[in-house]
């Protein structure tokens, strides 16, 4: 999991065990490192990855981009594929009954 993303749910976490322990005004502190309560439970909830490095924005949409699989083109319809396609329009018309 990217850390931003895991340090924002840590957050929530954080804030969620805080109020059901009775300790509403240290949730979500402006410094939160200034709020020993606050950072107790969130080192618990997040454990930074030092082995695995940072990638900025480019190389996440490229990893992205790269995964998806292009779909597959048919140049010419015969009969043969026609027919397969009537059967995959069936078999998906039937799971989504």
Do not use: C, R, W
Request: no cysteine; hydrophobic share 25%.
């Amino acid at each position: 999991m990217e850390d931003y993303l895991a340090k924002h749910f840590a957050k929530h976490l954080t804030n969620k065990l805080l109020i059901d322990e009775g300790m509403d005004n240290y949730t979500s502190p402006k410094k939160p490192e200034e709020v020993p309560q606050f950072m107790e439970y969130f080192n618990q909830a997040f454990i930074e990855n030092e082995d695995k490095e940072e990638k900025d924005e480019t190389e996440v949409a490229t990893e992205l981009a790269n995964k998806k699989q292009p779909v597959k083109g048919k140049k010419v319809k015969g009969k043969e594929e026609k027919d397969e396609d009537k059967e995959e329009t069936d078999e998906f018309q039937k799971l989504n009954k």
